[in-house]
């Protein structure tokens, strides 16, 4: 019986996870609050189904080790030196004030010291995986707020390791008269265990990895791995710390080795499962009918943390990030929730009894409604930002009446833009650079490009940077619908210029076809071309055969797409000229190949034709 119930439990518990992580990514929630609904539901507050065990909670523990284990392989001190300001600077003050300020306002509820100053930190931080979620989704990592709001979450993750080896202390203070000698033999004790992890990491830890990694044996490795992160965590648990500790210590003395992205590749898969099951057992753990007696006390939780924090990393973010108005109302809504470091904090203080469950259950209930919001924050900042401050109040810069007439025109100063840039910079033709990002625009002037802020489809900006007098108009914009915009225009009011394009797919070069440009290229056809090339390489095919093979390829393909256009906008045409393509391309290889085999009996034919298919299918570069 207990053998049915624990399958019963685990198909359960995989049950939700197949059906509530996919449904909540759908509605850009994110995983976490996917693990912590179901967790409710699924608990006694609810459907009752499972109930939390003590193996649960421990491999719920095992994790939080993981994710921690992870998170040290992360902090490489080359990449904090390298975000320095972001990190120690605005994340540290980010952290210290919010923490004071809810500290305070715990203390004047009459909240006990310690629970206080536990629930402040663990609501001064900030939900890691929704904050990069959707700076990747708005595609936002790379501008000023985004590398910001990144530097912020990273201290975070920093801060919660001191926040947890207080917990232990917090603890030991709380007991009933605590002597000097008792608690100084403990921190001597934690002293010798970080440094003889040290030395045992440099002396041999990395040897055993070496002469695991020369076996080429995958188990092996990820279980050396497992034996490294879960060691140390009991360890340090042996000697009155916490197991968590532990794990960010292991991934620590691992994250300069050359074995990182190896580990962080083969945990992948079990830190998922371990830490969907941790915040499963957080939803299950939780008295949600509690929770639900006491709706105003956590819609007031709930509003102070989000104006608190939001507050806090608004003026931050103005006066110390020196992020524009814009940037400041988006950097301040992606950090105002709480996050999953707060669900560890609470638990491991709960397991220390140093928070009643009441408050822990209404603090989760406040960090998972933060969460829940935090994708309409993000839109309200967004509309907010657009109507309190003035976007588009910078006007396009003046272009200078003196600078040499340039002879190139570029629009857009992205990957392409700067690589046309740079060449003709060394080749000493003039050129003028025209960027409609004021993100961009800053980034760029770091590096010395000279380069001019406004929007190439407005008239009046082309006519300001002199394109009537250049010979070449260059569109390297990555706004497909933008770069039709400005190619249209440039062909209507300067038929002089030469003008050429960057296509993204087919489908935008054949609407840059239909303007009779001097010519079109593919941002990833030919470097597709020189990896396909030294692929064949690799695998024994003689480089000039090589050559031979692509070039073949290449013109297929050209004919191919001549052919497509005449009927681009006949969908069910353009399948069906994929398909005999397809079978074209086949039958060419297959010529060639019997004509002049490869070497190491090669195979190329079907191979090539198979990528192909895959290509032309989708109608790709």
């Known amino acids: 019986m207990h053998g049915d119930g624990t399958i019963f439990k685990a198909l359960v518990f995989l049950l939700a996870i197949a059906v509530a992580v996919p449904l909540f990514n759908r509605l850009k929630l994110g995983p976490i609050l996917a693990y912590l609904v179901a967790g409710a539901l699924l608990g006694?507050?609810?459907?009752?189904?499972?109930?939390?065990?003590?193996?649960?909670?421990?491999?719920?523990?095992?994790?939080?080790?993981?994710?921690?284990?992870?998170?040290?392989?992360?902090?490489?001190?080359?990449?904090?030196?390298?975000?320095?300001?972001?990190?120690?600077?605005?994340?540290?003050?980010?952290?210290?004030?919010?923490?004071?300020?809810?500290?305070?306002?715990?203390?004047?509820?009459?909240?006990?010291?310690?629970?206080?100053?536990?629930?402040?930190?663990?609501?001064?931080?900030?939900?890691?995986?929704?904050?990069?979620?959707?700076?990747?989704?708005?595609?936002?990592?790379?501008?000023?707020?985004?590398?910001?709001?990144?530097?912020?979450?990273?201290?975070?993750?920093?801060?919660?390791?001191?926040?947890?080896?207080?917990?232990?202390?917090?603890?030991?203070?709380?007991?009933?008269?605590?002597?000097?000698?008792?608690?100084?033999?403990?921190?001597?004790?934690?002293?010798?265990?970080?440094?003889?992890?040290?030395?045992?990491?440099?002396?041999?830890?990395?040897?055993?990895?070496?002469?695991i990694a020369a076996t080429r044996s995958v188990e092996s490795f990820t279980a050396t791995t497992l034996l490294v992160a879960i060691g140390t965590a009991y360890l340090t648990a042996q000697v009155g710390l916490s197991m968590s500790l532990g794990g960010f210590l292991a991934g620590l003395l691992l994250a300069d080795t050359e074995y990182r992205h190896e580990i962080e590749a083969n945990l992948e898969p079990f830190k998922g499962l371990l830490l969907g099951l941790f915040f499963i057992g957080v939803g299950l753990s939780v008295d949600w009918q509690y929770a639900a007696t006491q709706p105003l006390t956590i819609a007031g939780l709930l509003v102070a943390l989000l104006v608190i924090k939001a507050g806090i990393l608004l003026v931050i973010g103005i006066r110390f990030a020196r992020l524009d108005r814009r940037g400041a109302w988006l950097f301040a809504a992606l950090l105002a929730q709480g996050g999953e470091f707060a669900f560890i904090l609470l638990a491991l203080a709960s397991g220390e009894r140093l928070v009643s469950p009441e408050l822990v259950d209404l603090l989760t209930a406040t960090v998972v409604m933060s969460m829940a919001v935090t994708p309409l924050l993000v839109q309200l900042a967004e509309r907010a930002s657009r109507r309190y401050t003035k976007i588009e109040s910078r006007p396009f810069d003046a272009i200078d009446p003196e600078a040499e007439m340039p002879r190139v025109v570029i629009a857009g100063f992205g990957r392409m833009g700067q690589i046309v840039a740079r060449v003709l910079r060394a080749h000493q033709i003039p050129f003028t650079a025209l960027e409609n990002s004021v993100e961009q625009i800053d980034f760029s002037r770091r590096f010395g490009s000279k380069i001019y802020y406004g929007d190439p489809a407005r008239p009046e900006f082309l006519r300001a940077a002199k394109v009537d007098q250049a010979e070449v108009f260059v569109i390297a914009m990555d706004d497909a619908d933008a770069a039709v915009r400005i190619a249209r225009l440039v062909r209507q009011q300067y038929p002089h210029l030469k003008v050429f394009a960057r296509a993204r797919n087919r489908q935008h070069l054949f609407r840059l076809m239909d303007l009779q440009l001097a010519g079109v290229t593919r941002e990833t056809f030919h470097s597709s071309l020189v990896l396909t090339r030294k692929v064949l390489e690799a695998l024994g095919v003689a480089p000039q055969r090589a050559a031979n093979l692509l070039t073949r390829f290449r013109e297929h393909d050209e004919r191919l797409l001549r052919a497509q256009y005449l009927i681009h906008h006949d969908e069910d045409g353009l399948v069906q000229s994929a398909k005999d393509a397809v079978a074209e391309l086949a039958e060419i290889f297959e010529a060639d190949y019997h004509d002049s085999p490869i070497e190491g009996g090669g195979t190329e034919a079907p191979t090539s034709a198979g990528d192909n298919e895959r290509t032309a299918a989708t109608l790709g570069p």
């Open 44 to 211: 006694p507050s609810a459907f009752g189904l499972i109930s939390a065990t003590e193996s649960d909670r421990l491999l719920g523990e095992l994790g939080v080790v993981m994710l921690l284990f992870l998170i040290g392989l992360e902090l490489s001190p080359a990449r904090l030196w390298l975000m320095r300001r972001s990190v120690f600077g605005v994340g540290l003050m980010q952290v210290a004030v919010t923490t004071a300020i809810l500290f305070a306002l715990a203390l004047a509820f009459s909240v006990e010291w310690r629970a206080a100053l536990i629930a402040a930190s663990a609501l001064a931080l900030s939900s890691t995986a929704f904050g990069v979620q959707l700076l990747a989704e708005r595609k936002e990592l790379q501008t000023p707020h985004g590398r910001t709001s990144l530097g912020v979450l990273l201290f975070q993750d920093v801060a919660v390791i001191p926040a947890v080896a207080l917990l232990p202390v917090l603890a030991f203070s709380a007991a009933a008269a605590p002597d000097l000698l008792s608690m100084g033999q403990a921190t001597l004790r934690a002293a010798l265990l970080i440094g003889g992890l040290v030395l045992v990491s440099r002396f041999v830890i990395r040897p055993l990895f070496r002469l």
